[in-house]
Every structure is written in C-alpha cells, then in structure tokens.
C-alpha cells in the first residue's frame, strides 16, 4: 500500500522558511514516485483547499500559485522518492495543512495518491 507522508511543518515567525517533504513509503518493488507529477496543495480554515505548486514527473517543469511564486521552490529527488517544497518569506496568509499528491501530470486533477497534511502555521 502506497502513502504519501508530508513532514516539516510547524510553527515560525513571519518571514521565516520551512522545508516541507513528501516521501513515499510502503512502496514496492514496482513504484517510483517519479512515474508522477506531484503536487503541493493547502487548504485554511474555512477556505477551499488551493493549489501551491507543482513539479513534473521528470523535474523539468515546475509551477506556482501566484501568491507564493519567487518564495516558494519545489523540487524532486526521484532516487528518494521524495518532493519538497522550500517556503521563504513566509506570511500569516500561508498558514495552512499542506497536502502533497501524486498526478498524472500537472494540472489533470487525476489524482492517485495524497498525504495526511502538515500543518504550518506562520505568526508572531
């Protein structure tokens, strides 16, 4: 059984940064991450879960909401299968649970896979 595990979250000040990690476990022989493009979503309370950035299966192509677009940095290291997300000058506005996904690629909302969340949580 294959689970995304999101880890890295927590507390910090504004303009502080956080390395969120979205590893794969309980895989198999036969998986690897880097069969999908994966996603970093985030959903406040009371708001509709957003997409944050996404990566391709391959790492070539990234994307970024632009509200953390030149602050946030995703990247891929396939041998791990792992995906981080890097979040710098972090605001209040990004306090969240972040949520990681597996896709066929990014942006076709078909989904194989999703995390727990980590929360984080930007204040003074």
């Known amino acids: 059984q294959v689970q995304l595990v999101e880890s890295g979250g927590g507390l910090v000040q504004p303009g502080g940064s956080l390395r969120l990690s979205c590893v794969a476990s309980?895989?198999?022989?036969?998986?690897?991450?880097?069969?999908?493009?994966v996603g970093w979503f985030r959903q406040a309370p009371g708001k509709e879960r957003e997409g944050v950035s996404c990566i391709s299966s391959s790492g070539d192509s990234t994307y970024y909401a632009g509200s953390v677009k030149g602050r946030f940095t995703i990247s891929r290291d396939n041998a791990k299968n792992t995906v981080y997300l890097q979040m710098n000058t972090l605001k209040p506005e990004d306090t969240a649970v972040y949520y990681c996904a597996a896709e066929f690629e990014c942006g076709s909302h078909l989904y194989d896979y999703w995390g727990q969340g980590t929360q984080v949580t930007v204040s003074s």
């Open positions: 309980g895989v198999s022989s036969g998986f690897s991450l880097d069969y999908y493009a």
